[in-house]
């Protein structure tokens, strides 16, 4: 054997990232019981790696396994929705922290060029592209901040967080409040403000979590803070 070559995706993970996209489309949906006998023939493969690849999803919380009874995608409740997002707010504004006193001029220069892209997407009401420079802010952030065990954490609330059957920046009002929060978290990182890049920061996750709520018609706690 060469040991140089590289191996190729098991085949138990690539079938786990199939099932994975499906789940965050909604393809299958919260609640779907899963069906291995007719994933299995849909793949074309054996129980075995169908069964590896649903542990995989099971350790990332997005499918649940239920002994001798098979397993179904998982549901969030409100409840989850709010403690996940209290636990993300505290690992994003540490995020911002970090990243405010690590930044070098490039890194500052690429966020700069990223909230561009969230201006050009707000004035277009594009959803969609407002979205996706969201996602790419949070990830420069993520990397200039250069802690891996919050990259890994953050990465596995996320993909919880897909399971909503709602996005926050469908909320009448949202894409607009979000885009002054990221103002207010660009001007705390270029002024190298690590405190205020933090309190925005979680000011920002915690008015997702906000919109999420008000998308599903629920109500969230009474605030015990100021």
């Known amino acids: 054997m060469n040991a140089s070559r590289i191996a190729p995706i098991a085949l ?3 079938v786990a990232e199939r099932l994975r996209q499906r789940i965050f489309s909604h393809e299958l949906p919260p609640g779907t019981w899963v069906d291995e006998q007719a994933l299995a ?5 054996s129980r075995t790696p169908l069964r590896e690849a649903l542990k995989v999803l099971a350790s990332e919380g997005l499918v649940t396994l239920k002994p001798r ?6 549901e969030i409740s409100e409840r989850d929705l709010d403690e996940v997002f209290s636990v993300m707010s505290l690992l994003e504004g540490e995020c911002a ?3 405010a006193r690590k930044a070098s001029e490039s890194d500052l220069t690429r966020l700069r060029a990223i909230h561009a ?3 050009k997407a707000a004035a277009a009401t594009d959803i969609d592209g407002f979205f996706e420079a969201n996602q790419a802010f949070h990830v420069a952030l993520q990397q200039i901040a250069d802690n891996r065990w919050l990259l890994q954490v953050i990465a596995d609330l996320r993909k919880v967080i897909k399971l909503s059957r ?5 909320s009448e009002g949202r894409l607009e ?8 978290i660009l001007q705390a990182l270029l002024a190298r403000d690590g405190e205020r890049a933090e309190e925005r920061m979680r000011t920002h996750i915690l008015s997702g979590r906000a919109a999420l709520a008000r998308i599903a018609g629920a109500k969230l706690p009474a605030s015990t803070g100021a």
């Not at 979000?178 to 207010?184: A, F, G, I, K, Y």
């Open 117 to 119: 892209e969230l201006e």
């Open 166 to 170: 709602h996005h926050s920046l469908f």
């Open 69 to 74: 009874r098979g397993c179904y995608v998982t």
């Open 97 to 99: 922290r970090a990243s």
């Open 12 to 14: 138990y993970q690539e």
């Open 41 to 45: 023939e849909h793949y074309g493969i």
């Open 177 to 184: 409040q979000s885009l002054v929060e990221h103002r207010e």
